[in-house]
């Protein structure tokens, strides 16, 4: 996260409730855990010494179970929780110094927010509701209902500004809500389990829809959810809290590979694999490479030698040419035929970024194993069936 701008900074950030908050503080700078110190002082302990950076444009998920303080977090960003301890930046502005009315208008401008309730106005129509927060601001009927039939479109609910909230189904009124976040065109958007409600069917498109939302207008996204799936599918960036505390911040892959406690192995052991790990996690170094400039007698003795029914093409630039089958060697070697004349030049290639999940059907319905090449057409590697298939046992 070096290289990214960072837009919220959290340092040390708790948050207690109770009476005897000195007491409970001192025994939480001794290491104590939540519920020892509830034991002793009666004081809850929401947040304990959380510090995390939201780099701009990205999505952010926060994961935990009940109570483990993903909700106090989120509500702290625009000061709906006020913390005990520690601060919160938005840029250089720490946001605990800011009067009521710079408060009031970093909440209008900087910061929106979905419940998972839809927390939605039944006495306004869909309109209504997603313009609401420019009403608020003092926006014109008309500009404002211009922009709210742009994200209502956006969403995929055109045709339904007139129709009232007890008409819609569930993800209808979810989707109002992110229109009217996104209406307010804020620099941030918090979502506390927008989805959780959902059938799975609709969160699922849901969440398809959200992230090209989020990719053609680069909004800042911090996702609260309870599903590990739903976070490393979302999130470029995954925070797990377990307490009051961010056991582990990190990109999906990195905590997939490299989890930081047992805690964090076992909660993220049940998720899918396929929908989290890159191509680069699976794919080998090809062994059986050729040029296009060698002779059709060497690409066989090559396969012969490295125990494979084919061998991967490249020019003296290493950019790869396509593949040639043992079957379709053995007949050039019969007819005479050169490499350039047998070559496969039509099977797919894919990149190492490239989610395993979305490489599925490709692998399964490809007759060799599947070329790895970067932006220059460059190989990179090669990725086999049974490796992908592999990776859905895990």
């Known amino acids: 996260m070096t290289n990214e701008k960072i837009i919220l900074r959290v340092e040390n950030l708790s948050k207690l409730y109770g009476i005897d908050k000195y007491h409970a503080t001192a025994l939480m700078k001794e290491g104590k855990d939540k519920a020892e110190i509830l034991k002793r002082t009666n004081v809850n302990v929401a947040l304990n010494n959380v510090s995390l950076e939201i780099p701009k444009e990205k999505i952010v998920t926060i994961i935990g179970l009940s109570g483990s303080g993903k909700s106090t977090l989120i509500r702290s960003f625009n000061r709906l929780n006020a913390e005990t301890t520690g601060a919160i930046f938005f840029g250089d502005k720490n946001l605990k110094e800011l009067s009521k009315k710079e408060l009031r208008e970093f909440r209008r401008n900087k910061v929106s927010m979905v419940f998972q309730s839809f927390a939605l106005l039944s006495n306004r129509n869909v309109m209504q ?135 964090v192995r076992s909660f993220i052991e049940n998720a899918d694999k396929a929908k989290i790990l890159t191509v680069k996690n699976i794919m080998i170094k090809p062994d059986a490479l050729i040029k296009q400039t060698d002779s059709v007698e060497y690409a066989i003795h090559v396969m012969k030698k490295k125990a494979f029914s084919t061998v991967y093409v490249i020019n003296n630039k290493l950019e790869y040419k396509g593949i040639v089958a043992i079957k379709d060697a053995i007949r050039a070697k019969e007819e005479n035929l050169t490499i350039k004349e047998i070559l496969n030049t039509t099977e797919p ?39 992908v298939l592999s990776t859905l046992s895990k």
Request: with cysteine; aromatic share 6%.
């Open 129 to 263: 509701n997603v313009a609401y927060g420019l009403e608020v601001k003092g926006m014109g009927k008309a500009e404002r209902e211009t922009k709210a039939k742009e994200y209502l479109t956006l969403v995929g609910l055109e045709g339904y500004e007139n129709s009232e909230i007890t008409q819609l189904s569930g993800g209808m009124k979810q989707r109002v809500g992110i229109a009217r976040a996104l209406c307010n065109e804020s620099e941030i958007i918090l979502m506390d389990e927008p989805f959780s409600a959902l059938d799975p069917l609709v969160k699922s498109d849901l969440q398809f829809e959200l992230l090209q939302i989020q990719r053609k207008l680069n909004k800042t996204i911090i996702f609260i959810t309870h599903d590990i799936d739903e976070a490393f599918k979302l999130g470029d960036y995954v925070a797990i809290m377990k307490d009051g505390e961010i056991i582990q911040y990190d990109t999906p892959e990195n905590m997939s590979l490299n989890p930081k406690t047992d805690y």
């Open 349 to 387: 290639t894919v990149k190492s970024s490239t989610l395993i999940s979305d490489i599925l059907s490709l692998a399964s319905e490809s007759n060799y194993p599947l070329a790895v090449v970067d932006e220059n057409n460059l190989l990179e590697g090669i990725v086999t069936k049974s490796s």
